[in-house]
């Protein structure tokens, strides 16, 4: 999961990347970085933290020119270091180029084997790189080299490229991970959500569509469609229960909104509970809570108080100080739960140890009973398209029913919402235009070698 940001066009680049990459920080806290052209050349600076921590006044003036990519990562493929932040800048027989990637490509490793035999030598463990290494084999305008670059890769990308003369999106055939463009005057910008647009005062004008590069320059704007057109779409349906934010379009609609009708629809399927508040899961339930709230007329009730200083990348991968830091996360109003029955309603279930830590510590405040609802469907496998899911034996659906993960809860009732009316909410319900692999298993590429 990461966000990516570009500017064509304007004097401010830098800066405007900059506050590009705030709007999209959600998407990615563990890196950040900016590339520009200026002067036939392009300069970059990147490192390890937010985007707070990385860019200040003083980078940020060190950083001239008219075009700008950008980049927040969330390490999905390759580890987090600071050799794999992004963009990445090479020097290619096209001249020098920059590169930013949301997304994760199923075909890494062989595509990785195949170029190390040919005597390709690889700085970083991103997936991001092998663009370079395709490119580089590639004795022909830059488009094109990029066209028959992307036809060898797999999986999901949306791709912003930089050259001295050039900006360039792309977007894999499919369209696995949103990328939209907007303008703001006479500069063209791309994003990874509406949200970034709005930022910078950018007006939307259109997706990227799946399968299409769009190449800007001084030349204008020129639209490619290289690719057969696939039969359907795949938009990662998990954006719209989580990973964009709430102030977001997608399909013509608020983000809000979709996360509205997910939590009137949970309130349909589980009509007669009776409790005295509902309370959301900060951030990612407060949407649905406040749908579910409104259908079934319990109250919508604050209960729990989010620490937002604490940043995803403070929360190391380990299960010890996962559990150490909910408490730290997430703070119960203690007189307000004290003996009421409270819906908690959050977006998802993966492992369930966090989930249970809070149960366990709303009981213990004297909470009389916990009734647990999720926005989605339960997560039964992996994602391979840039969401950072664990493999099969750590997804607590795929191993356990919903019986055994109530009582692992500790909760009251535990319900998912099915997987029908979270494609209702979304107008997903009588079209092909969704992936729904993590709750169904049934993924639509290949699956990447080490499938587990």
């Known amino acids: 999961m990461c966000g990516i940001f570009g500017i064509f066009n304007h004097r401010d680049s830098a800066r405007l990347t900059n506050l590009g990459l705030f709007a999209v ?40 020119g008219r075009m700008a990519i950008g980049h927040v990562r969330y390490s999905t493929a390759g580890v987090s270091q600071n050799k794999n932040s992004q963009p990445l800048v090479s020097e290619l027989i096209h001249g020098q180029v920059a590169v930013s990637l949301n997304g994760n490509l199923t075909n890494t490793n062989p595509l990785r084997r195949k170029l190390e035999k040919n005597g390709a030598i690889f700085q970083t463990t991103t997936d991001t790189e092998l663009i370079f290494h395709l490119m580089a084999r590639q004795r022909e305008p830059i488009e094109n080299a990029i066209i028959k670059s992307l036809a060898k890769m797999e999986g999901a990308y949306s791709y912003l490229f930089l050259t001295p003369t050039k900006l360039i999106a792309a977007r ?13 005057r006479k500069s063209i910008v791309f994003a990874s959500e509406t949200s970034a647009l709005e930022t910078v005062g950018a007006k939307f004008i259109r997706e990227v569509e799946p399968g299409e590069i769009v190449v800007v320059s001084a030349n204008g704007i020129k639209s490619i469609k290289p690719f057969q057109k696939c039969s359907r779409q795949a938009r ?12 977001s379009v997608e399909l ?32 990612s339930g407060t949407y649905a809570a406040l749908g579910f709230s409104a259908k079934s ?15 995803r990348s403070f929360i190391k991968n380990t299960q010890q100080l996962r559990d150490m830091t909910v408490k730290l996360k997430l703070a119960p109003i203690k007189e307000a739960i004290k003996g009421k029955d409270v819906i908690l ?17 709303l009981k213990n405040i004297g909470a009389r009973k916990v009734h647990m609802v999720l926005s989605s469907p339960p997560i039964i496998s992996p994602c391979y398209y840039g969401i950072d899911t664990p493999n099969r034996s750590k997804l607590i659906a795929h191993n356990y029913s919903v019986e055994q993960i109530k009582k692992f809860l500790g909760v009251d009732t535990l319900h998912y919402l099915s997987l029908a009316n979270l494609l209702k909410a979304t107008g997903g319900d009588k079209k092909k235009i969704f992936c729904t692999s993590c709750f169904t298993g049934n993924y639509l590429t290949k699956t990447p070698e080490d499938f587990k």
């Open 345 to 361: 309603v959050d977006d998802s279930i993966v492992r369930g140890t966090t989930s249970r830590r809070l149960v366990k510590m």
């Open 252 to 283: 013509g609609h608020s983000v809000e909104s979709y996360r509205d009708k997910m939590g009137r629809l949970l309130a349909n399927e589980l009509k007669g509970i009776k409790a005295d508040a509902v309370v959301p899961i900060l951030d």
């Open 25 to 64: 920080q959600h998407r990615g806290q563990e890196s950040a970085g900016i590339a520009v052209s200026y002067k036939g050349r392009i300069k970059s600076h990147a490192g390890m933290g937010l985007v707070s921590e990385v860019f200040n006044d003083t980078v940020l003036d060190s950083l001239p």
């Open 236 to 247: 990662c349906i998990f954006e719209l229960v989580y990973l964009a934010r709430p102030d």
């Open 172 to 184: 894999d055939r499919m369209g696995f991970r949103p990328l939209v463009m907007g303008r703001n």
């Open 297 to 311: 007329g319990i109250p919508f009730n604050m209960w729990l108080v989010r620490n937002h200083y604490l940043g």
